[in-house]
């Protein structure tokens, strides 16, 4: 056990500073607009209505919003302006309709979005596809959250609702990035070239986002795709993006296209002087298609704008490389000189270069009049947040290891201390024969709770428990060493402080929060194309191919395009029309009769750029859907596997997901029927949870797991027929409804059991802990978030106390529709020990006798 222990000291330390060069920049951090950091002077608009929506009530808090005076035509240019106080990495956008308490129901359905980095010079932002209006809200209270593909640097940001028809707007609005302390402002490039290798597609490598001027064939004053922060891919062919060009991801240029110089000049500018150290650039090196990395580079540097080039140039010669194919980034150094801007020429090492991502590492210069003695410089060297220095993260960094280091001497001792107890007890037992259930009298009893909980209770002797220790301290340490969480400074969102987003940068580290024991576990929750994939333990599949999947091979040309209902990392959810697919189908089709017209189904869709691992997962999730066949569950009605891109074809209802439909209802009464206004009984409500029980028990029989039970995956037809479906996560209307972990929505963990979210244990007995959920849900008519008065972290901190079961856990409370009988069948979901949980044939026989009252 030392042994061991002391090995994972080691391996502790050895890792630390590896794993801190592996966190991920994930800037997607509310940046004030709800809690007040952005002040209402920041706030101003073209016009307003009334005083009381005004700019400064455009906060997603209380019942205020913005709304411009009159009537909002189409040609209208109306705006709502944020001054964000510095430069910002800006990457997603939230707006909001002013709901009131349903006294107010204005809204923008789309908008556009102006930025300017210095409050004159305004800049229009478009997507990746060159469109520049975005999809706003479609009622008055959902949030929709908008992400910014490409993302911008800017200070000042303009929101300009978008209208077809006359129209009253109201807005409520969050911004969500992070500072932009790299301080580049714009660089100056050559505009890339088109690519046309014989036998390979044509590759554009222009900057196509680039938001500059492109005069003479030449880029100059704005920034593009080179600090976007996407990383191109090896093969330069290839696109992290969806429906672009090859070589989008890559800006890069032909050595005989400029001349006989043999080198790529750029320029660089930025906010202020400051101390450069080093240079990253992100370089292709596809030698077999004569890309290289630069041979070599040599930068000069101007203190201001104004001024000339200083003479002497800073050069730095790469090491080349002709085996490994692999893009890669080139540090160079750059000795910390002092510049406001930067020439830098990159010599061809081959035919073609590439770059698809530049960033620098400086320290803001200090100013003074005066040489001060070193004491004092050191005394003064810490200014306002606004002018100090980029300061080195080594004593957190330092703090971190003699954290861990004292939690490991903790831990040994406390075996140590157990192995003491057991050897105590060994004597009494010996001295003492007729001494009952010692463990639970004895001094034994301080680690009896901990060994309950982890299984150790089977353990015959000391020797065994001691076994049991020394593996949950190993598995332990593991997971401490694999979680990179941990190893991030805590001002940039490591470990479980609250990041400071003023101390950090697109380059540092931003992680989110998540219990680091279950993320491993859970990250593999979201499928290939962003919809939940069941969980199937008595499934296994190593290979799949055409001959292992029994759906019928569907026309893809009769599937016409309606809407995309969301997309993940490597595939889209579609709405789409299927023309003649119940005659394809057949007698016995599931579907209505149509009278040959087309019916409304989702496709899931594989992106051409997936993973061979995604293409075998897509398989397997063809292979699992095929196997159900429930009147409640959404059933696989054919494929789209002969050719690229892979497709599966599933049911889909035309009154949509459970959650928007019961959202928009009210209870039946008189005074619904009087005013027309759509209702629901309360028989339907018993109905809906009949059928989800009646789907779930279908599941449990199969041992599946779902993992993501909820109103928004339950999907209705106009009989008010219920079908679970599992494509909820994937879209970006309930993207709220998911903890993010590493800037991506996959934990619903409102809806989770407290071992999910703690273990990341999932089963049947989990799927029940969210029916309860779902059920309470369905009782207040989807009004309401579950928990909705705690913030995420509160939520996981609520499960903690499940977990500790000491009296203080928080429940929902009980819905006023719902019987009393029906909320203590919601109790029982809750419950904190699993065999206490109802089944699903349980749930179902319990149910049903509502409904037939």
């Known amino acids: 056990c030392c042994v061991l222990c002391l090995c994972c000291v080691l391996i502790v330390l050895c890792l630390c500073c590896v794993l801190i060069v592996f966190c991920l920049s994930h800037c997607r951090y509310a940046l004030g607009m709800e809690d007040g950091r952005i002040k209402d002077d920041d706030i101003t608009a073209s016009s307003q209505w009334y005083e009381t929506t005004g700019p400064q009530y455009a906060r997603s808090e209380g019942d205020g919003a913005?709304?411009?005076?009159?009537?909002?035509?189409?040609?209208?240019?109306?705006?709502?302006?944020?001054?964000?106080?510095?430069?910002?990495f800006l990457t997603i956008v939230g707006t909001q309709g002013r709901y009131a308490r349903s006294s107010g129901n204005e809204f923008a359905r789309a908008y556009r979005l102006n930025y300017s980095r210095d409050g004159l010079l305004w800049k229009s932002w478009r997507n990746r596809l060159g469109n520049p209006v975005m999809e706003g809200n479609k009622n008055a209270y959902a949030s929709v959250i908008n992400d910014l593909h490409p993302p911008i640097v800017t200070r000042h940001v303009r929101l300009i609702p978008v209208t077809k028809l006359s129209t009253t707007v109201c807005m409520r609005v969050e911004l969500y990035g992070c500072p932009w302390d790299d301080g580049l402002i714009s660089y100056a490039a050559p505009e890339g070239q088109l690519m046309m290798p014989p036998g390979y597609p044509i590759a554009s490598l222009n900057d196509s986002t680039y938001d500059g001027t492109r005069e003479r064939r030449r880029l100059s004053g704005g920034l593009g795709q080179l600090t976007d922060g996407v990383i191109g891919l090896d093969d330069f062919l290839l696109t992290r993006q969806y429906h672009v060009w090859p070589g989008y991801d890559y800006l890069g240029w032909r050595n005989d296209s400029l001349g006989t110089q043999g080198f790529v000049e750029m320029e660089f500018v930025f906010d202020r002087q400051r101390n450069f150290t080093s240079m990253k650039v992100h370089s292709n090196n596809m030698f077999s298609r004569g890309v290289k990395i630069f041979s070599s580079v040599s930068c000069q540097f101007k203190p201001h704008l104004i001024a000339n080039w200083e003479a002497e140039p800073v050069a730095f010669k790469t090491v080349l490389d002709d085996r490994n194919p692999s893009a890669r980034y080139v540090t160079v150094p750059l000795n910390r000189r002092a510049a406001?801007?930067?020439?830098?020429?990159?010599?061809?090492?081959?035919?073609?270069?590439?770059?698809?991502?530049?960033?620098?590492?400086?320290?803001?210069?200090?100013?003074?009049?005066t040489r001060l003695p070193m004491s004092l410089v050191l005394i003064s060297a810490n200014p306002s947040a606004s002018d100090s220095p980029d300061v080195s993260n080594?004593?957190?960094?330092?703090?971190?290891?003699?954290?861990?280091?004292?939690?490991?001497?903790?831990?040994?001792?406390?075996?140590?201390?157990?192995q003491y107890d057991c050897k105590v007890l060994e004597k009494v037992k010996r001295h003492?024969?007729?001494?009952?259930?010692?463990?639970?009298?004895?001094?034994?009893?301080?680690?009896?709770?901990f060994e309950r909980e982890f299984g150790m209770m089977s353990a015959n002797s000391c020797k065994e428990r001691r076994s049991y220790w020394c593996l949950y301290l190993s598995v332990f340490v593991i997971m401490l060493v694999l979680n990179m969480n941990y190893f991030c400074p805590a001002a940039c969102g490591g470990g479980y402080a609250e990041p400071d987003v003023t101390q950090c940068t697109p380059h540092q580290c931003f992680h989110s929060n998540a219990p680091h024991y279950a993320e491993t576990d859970i990250v593999r929750l979201q499928g290939v194309t962003g919809s939940n994939m069941?969980?199937?333990?008595?499934?296994?599949?190593?290979?799949?191919?055409?001959?292992?999947?029994s759906a019928a091979e569907f026309p893809r040309q009769q599937l016409i395009f309606r809407e995309k209902l969301g997309e993940g990392q490597f595939g889209e959810v579609h709405l789409c029309?299927?023309?003649?697919?119940?005659?394809f189908l057949g007698e016995g089709s599931p579907l209505p009769d149509r009278d040959g017209h087309s019916v409304l189904v989702a496709v899931k869709q594989l992106r051409a750029d997936a993973t061979s691992q995604a293409r075998n997962d897509f398989l397997k999730e063809i292979k699992i859907m095929s196997r159900l066949n429930d009147p409640n569950i959404i059933r696989l009605l054919c494929v789209c596997v002969s050719s690229d891109p892979l497709c599966m074809v599933t049911e889909y209802m035309e009154n949509g997901d459970l959650n928007m439909f019961l959202s928009q209802r009210e209870i039946e009464s008189t005074l619904t029927y009087a005013n027309n206004i759509p209702s629901v009984s309360l028989s339907d409500l018993l109905h809906m949870s009949v059928q989800i029980s009646s789907g779930m028990k279908y599941l449990a029989s199969l041992n599946f797991v779902h993992r993501d039970l909820a109103t928004r995956n339950c999907l209705l037809d106009r009989r008010l027929t219920i079908k679970i479906a599992d494509f909820g996560m994937s879209r970006n209307l309930y993207s709220s409804d998911y903890y993010r972990i590493q800037g991506r929505a996959v934990l619903p963990i409102r809806w989770m059991a407290w071992e999910s979210i703690l273990l990341g244990k999932f089963t049947t007995a989990s799927d029940v802990w969210a029916f309860g959920v779902t059920l309470w849900e369905i009782f207040t008519l989807c009004k309401e978030q579950p928990y909705s008065l705690l913030s995420d972290e509160q939520v996981i901190e609520n499960t903690g106390e499940f977990f500790r079961n000491q009296g203080r856990q928080i429940f929902l409370y009980g819905p006023p529709l719902c019987p009393p009988s029906l909320f203590e069948l919601m109790m029982r979901c809750w419950s904190r020990d699993i065999p206490d949980r109802p089944t699903f044939e349980g749930l179902y026989q319990a149910l049903r006798p509502h409904v037939s009252q």
């Open 340 to 369: 406001k801007s930067l020439r830098c020429r990159f010599y061809f090492a081959d035919v073609w270069m590439m770059f698809s991502e530049i960033s620098f590492q400086s320290v803001k210069k200090i100013k003074s009049r």
């Open 534 to 549: 069941y969980a199937v333990p008595a499934l296994t599949v190593d290979s799949l191919t055409r001959k292992d999947i």
């Open 432 to 449: 003492n024969p007729t001494l009952k259930s010692v463990e639970a009298k004895g001094r034994l009893f301080r680690c009896f709770y």
């Open 394 to 418: 080594t004593p957190v960094l330092i703090g971190c290891l003699v954290t861990i280091i004292l939690l490991l001497v903790i831990i040994i001792f406390l075996i140590l201390w157990c």
């Open 577 to 583: 029309e299927a023309e003649g697919l119940p005659e």
């Open 66 to 88: 913005w709304c411009p005076e009159g009537q909002l035509e189409p040609s209208d240019s109306q705006y709502l302006q944020v001054d964000l106080g510095r430069l910002t």
